[in-house]
C-alpha cells in the first residue's frame, strides 16, 4: 500500500492529483505561497516544487534547455535566481500544511534532498532527467519514504527496472508515465504505454505525468487506470517561463480534478446494460409509442390503416404488432386517442 501524508494511493481510490509549479514562481517567495493556494482552491491534492541548489547541481556551462529568458546570462544564473534558502523552503512548507494541501518537491542534489528530509517531505518525486542518478536514488532510498518515478528521459526497460528493484526491496514505490516534449501534442502522449507499465507492475500505481496544458490526458488516464497525475499550474497562460505552454490555467486544473474523479468513477463502476433497462421500463413507457385510434372508430367497424396511429405514451400495442387489430371489427365504439388492445376487436 502506497500512502502519501496518510492519504491512500491506487486504483481502488480516486486519482491523486499533482499541481507541479516548477519554476512557474520565478524566484518569488510571494508567487510560490500564491500558487500553493490556487492548487488547494482548485482541488489538487499536493502541490510540487523543484528544490535546486545551483551550485550543487550545476556548472556555469550548462547549456540552456530553451533559450527563453533575456533576464539571465546563463542556465546557471536562472538556476541561481530560483533558488530559495532553507529558510524559505520551510515557511512554504508550513504555508502548505496550513492549507491543507500536501508539500511535495523534487530534489536535484543531495544537498536538496537534506534539505527536504529536514522538512519532513512525505515523498520523493524523481525528475524525469534524474532517473539515472544513482546518487540521488540512493540518497532517496535510505530515507524510506515512497518514491515516485518520472519515465520522461528513460526507455521503458529501464524505467521499469528501477520500479521494481525498490519494490522488491519493500520500498513505497510509483511510476509516472511522461512524456519529455513541452507542450505535448495528442499523438505524442502515448496512453498505450501507460497501459503497459499497468499491465507489467500489478499492484504498484502508476500515474501520468503530463506536458500537454490541457485536462484531457489527465482525464483520459484516470479511466484508464491511472492512480496518479501530474500536471504543471500556471496563474494564466501568457505567464513568463519556459513551462507556460505545458501548464494549466486554474480554470483547466479544476476540471482536470472534476474530470479525473468522474473518469475514475465510471471506471469502478462497469454498468450491467440489461440491468439497467430493467430498471427503466417507467420511462421506456413514457418515451415509447402505442397503437391508438386517429378517429372515432363505431362498434362493428373494420379498421384500416388510416383509422390508427402510432402516438405515446408506450406500453400497448407496438407498430410491429398491427396486424392484432387492422382487418378486424371493433366490438365496441372506440373514441378517438384511445390505446388499441387484442380485447378492442373481436
Not at 41 to 46: K, L, M, T
Not at 77 to 99: G, I, P, S, V
Not at 283 to 300: H, K, M, N, Q, W
Amino acid at each position: 500500500m502506497l500512502t502519501i501524508a496518510g492519504r491512500a494511493i491506487g486504483s481502488e481510490h480516486p486519482p491523486f492529483v499533482i499541481a507541479e509549479v516548477a519554476q512557474t514562481h520565478e524566484g518569488s517567495l510571494g508567487n510560490a505561497f500564491a500558487l500553493a493556494e490556487v492548487a488547494r482552491d482548485c482541488g489538487a491534492h499536493a502541490i510540487k516544487f523543484q528544490t535546486h541548489i545551483a551550485a550543487e547541481e550545476s556548472t556555469p556551462s550548462e547549456p540552456w534547455r530553451v533559450p527563453f529568458s533575456r533576464q539571465d546570462d546563463s542556465r546557471y544564473a536562472y538556476w541561481r535566481r530560483m533558488e530559495f534558502t532553507f529558510e524559505q523552503w520551510a515557511e512554504l512548507k508550513r504555508h502548505c500544511d496550513e492549507l491543507g494541501i500536501v508539500f511535495l518537491s523534487s530534489p536535484f542534489s543531495v544537498l536538496a534532498c537534506d534539505w527536504l528530509e529536514a522538512l519532513d517531505v512525505p515523498a520523493w518525486k524523481v525528475a524525469s532527467g534524474e532517473i539515472h542518478n544513482a546518487q540521488l536514488l540512493e540518497r532517496m532510498r535510505a530515507s524510506g519514504k515512497p518514491i515516485l518515478v518520472s519515465t520522461g528521459l528513460a526507455a521503458p526497460d529501464e524505467a521499469l527496472a528501477v520500479v521494481r528493484s525498490l519494490s522488491e526491496a519493500g520500498h513505497p514505490v510509483a511510476l509516472f508515465h511522461c512524456t519529455t516534449q513541452y507542450p505535448t501534442p495528442p499523438e505524442q502522449v502515448g496512453l498505450n504505454v501507460l497501459a503497459d507499465y499497468l499491465a507489467a507492475l500489478p499492484g504498484i500505481p502508476v500515474g501520468l505525468s503530463d506536458h500537454t496544458g490541457t485536462p484531457t490526458a489527465g482525464i483520459v488516464a484516470a479511466y484508464l487506470g491511472a492512480s496518479l497525475i501530474e500536471v504543471h499550474l500556471t496563474f494564466h497562460d501568457k505567464a513568463f517561463g519556459p513551462d507556460v505552454p505545458s501548464s494549466l490555467t486554474p480554470e483547466r486544473l479544476r476540471a482536470l480534478v472534476e474530470g479525473s474523479e468522474a473518469a475514475w468513477r465510471m471506471r469502478r463502476n462497469p454498468v450491467d446494460k440489461d440491468r439497467q433497462i430493467a430498471g427503466l421500463a417507467n420511462l421506456r413507457t413514457t418515451f415509447g409509442r402505442s397503437l391508438f385510434t386517429a378517429v372515432e372508430v363505431p362498434a362493428g367497424t373494420e379498421l384500416t390503416e388510416a383509422m390508427v396511429a402510432y402516438k405515446k405514451p408506450g406500453g400497448g400495442l407496438r407498430y410491429e404488432d398491427r396486424s392484432t387489430v387492422l382487418g378486424r371489427r371493433t366490438v365496441r365504439s372506440l373514441p378517438r386517442d384511445h390505446r388499441l388492445g387484442p380485447d378492442d376487436v373481436d
